[in-house]
């Protein structure tokens, strides 16, 4: 069965139709500096959900992922604090992402337990490291060149938004067009069927979780450059936010559906409300309100047409 | 002469994705007796009774129960109606007591609201007694042997108002003194008035246990007769029944040396010391009866699991086969008994399912896939295979149980085996693609391949193998050539 137009565009009419609502309701959404400043807020959402989309492809979940962030941050801004350079900090920190990227695949594989399990385990020991390294407290004293990657420009294209589009065209592609890719989407299909073919299915969970943890890092990075420092709390809620934009953006969280395109969208849909609502003073607390009713309204959508695939397929 | 019966099905049809399960089938039990119903696998038992349990709705035919014309609605529907269905696999709660099992969802409540733990002990005591029951309500059901928790289930069915009991294969994980202590209960049921229909593979219970018996065959009512006017020879022949259609051509081809040998190959309590070999261009056959452990011995060669002794040899070399990929690349593929679980992933295209295992033959740098070779390749297998599919890009979960089945066979064939290990190859597949789908195999084994086939289906193996083994309990019982099997004598070592 074809999908039909909506099926396929949905998330983007929804989106184009949100923008358009927005620059009726307010003469500044539109406006260039706007734009670049959306974009630039969901970078950080952005570069986790691409990762996490990867993740739930397979059928799984990282829920550590605003943990590593703030473990990430934290070890890169204390290597700087204690004089090391700013380059050998963000290798370290990309490392130490993968790193615990790979422990999380590795227990879900070898370990044999759900994902959810493991990666909740993650988030709180993380974050307990992450606290005992920096003893509660913030870390300052970041390098002037550190300080480029989250504050800077490239023209008049902020670093930030580069390093989203590099890692969105990477995944993009390596998904499409690669092994590894079809690997992905197959494992998290039908994990049984891939093992048959012969997959090595549990190779393939701990590549994605490595990476998913190699982001996370790169996203600590990103988050301590642009703040300025690294706050032992920094991070906290990124997994629900990563989730919520891999869900709105159609990847089915049974696995083997979606793509990183739609994840983007969902990033920016949720940008957009983000900054929709400032944009016409409206208080954070409905803010909230409003994500969650878009997140379970997409999954519902999401529901539907399964279920009328299925039927169809019957 | 309507007082008689107790259910009449008449004309009853049913079909699922264009196959016929059922076909215009009559079926008559009386009340107050044992009545068997047999047949083949694929005969259309199961699905009967999951019509008259309420899990399947008929297409066509009418059901009289009880004296009135009914359409079972739903599971709920069949049990207010008083039709209860005691199924291979037990539902109760392993952790709560007998009692409660039998009472759940309605349990004695005192006017507080709390349960009359009292009342409730009383009311299954009562109720045991009444049916010869030897089981302390209070014990819990996980620690209670498999006979005692079926026990629980009828008497549960029973305690609901049932008339009518449906036993599906009760015995097949029963040991003889439990299965003698089942049969015990159900006469004296039966001279309670309980109607029972019966179901089991094994043939010589039934002189012990049943009435009448009903045979089916491919979706067909064969016939009714009474226990006593049979002999186990004619229940045989009854369910066998059928000639040797040219469904199954035999393909000549010179046997060459043996290529493939199992020495000695155990696994816990699945099979123990499977020995054979396979020669170039032959078809081995695996016969027996569901659980008998040939859908686990294929897992095994294929590396799915692996055997807690014995050796797999390919020429004379000993492999190692931990998983499934270290079997494709000794020239080992499988066509898996479940496709829809095993052998595809439904949400992904015919192309990318026929290309997943051999997607390293189009790896180009950085492993990025060669798509026009992929294509060209997929393109080709469907060609050959004359899968009909409106495009390569289609999702393979709409396409019918035949095709889906071809898309099967096309991944496997690209991994060019040496050995094809086929689990029930024409499971839910109308005739035509059957044909195409043995004629797929007869090709592969005249270009030198060996296949090890594994059918419930008699006529298919005997059609098509070379040699036949028997499998039982996990053992090989039997060997037969080609020439000497006939369907009563592997029957005979199967059951």
Known sequence: MKKTFFQKYGIL???????????????????????INVVRQISINGILAIGMTLVILTGGIDLSVGSQVALTGAIVAGLQAHGQGAFLAVIVGLLLGAFLGCINGLIITKGGLPPFIVTLGMLTAARGLTLIYTGGRPIYDLSKAFNFIGAGYLGSIPIPVIILTLVLLVSHFVLKYTIFGREVYAVGGNPEASVYSGINKEKRLVQVYTIMGFLSGLTGIVLTSRLGSA?????????????????????????????VTGTLIGALIIGVINNGLNLLNVSSYYQQVVKGVIVVGAVLMDNYARKKQQKISE | MASDYLLEMEGVSKRFSGVKALNNVEFRVKSGEVHALIGENGAGKSTLIKILSGIHKM?????????????????????????????????????LSVSENIFIGRLPRKKSGIVDWHL???????????????????????????????????ARALSQGAKLVIMDEPTSSLSQGEAERLFKIITALKANGITFIYVTHKLEELFQIADRITVFRD????????????SYQELVELMVGRELTSLFPKVQVELGEPVFKVNNLSRNKEFENVSFSIRRGEILGISGLVGAGRTELARCLFGVTLPTSGEIYKNEKQLTI???????????CLVPEDRKNQGLVL?????????????????????????????????????????????????VGNLSGGNQQKVVFAKEFLSDPQLLILDEPTRGVDVGAKAEIHRLIGNFVKKGGSVLMISSELPEIMGMSDRILV???????KEFQRSEATQEKILEYAL
Do not use: W
Not at chain 2, 139 to 154: D, F, H, Y
Not at chain 2, 471 to 477: A, E, R, T
């Open chain 2, 120 to 154: 409730l002990k009383k009311e299954t005591e009562k109720l045991f007694s009444k049916l010869g029951i030897e089981i302390d309500p209070t014990t819990t059901v996980e620690s209670l042997g498999v006979a005692e928790k079926q026990l629980v289930e009828i």
């Open chain 2, 347 to 395: 949400k992904m295209s015919v192309q990318k399912n026929i290309s997943l295992s051999i997607l390293s033959m189009f790896r180009k740098t950085f492993g990025f896939i060669d798509g026009h070779k992929e294509s060209a390749t997929v393109q080709d297998a469907v060609a050959q295979l004359k899968i009909k599919t409106p495009s390569v890009e289609q999702l």
């Open chain 1, 13 to 35: 009419i929804i989106f184009l139709l949100l923008c358009l609502v927005l620059s009726f309701l307010s003469p500044v959404f539109l406006s260039i500096p706007n734009l």
């Open chain 2, 219 to 230: 979706g067909c009512y064969i016939k009714t007769k009474e226990i006593a006017d049979c």
């Open chain 2, 471 to 477: 499998m039982s309990k996990g053992k090989i019982v």
């Open chain 2, 59 to 95: 297409d066509t035919g009418t059901i009289c129960f009880n004296g009135s014309k009914v359409i079972i609605q739903s599971s709920r529907h069949a049990q207010q109606l008083g039709i209860a269905t005691v199924h291979q696999e037990l539902n109760l709660f392993p952790a």
């Open chain 1, 231 to 259: 706050d032992p709390t920094a991070g906290v809620g990124f997994e629900l936010d990563a989730i919520t934009a891999v869900v709105i953006g159609g990847t089915s969280m049974f696995g083997g559906e979606g793509a």
């Open chain 2, 322 to 332: 931990k998983k499934p990929l270290d079997a494709i690349k000794q020239g080992i």
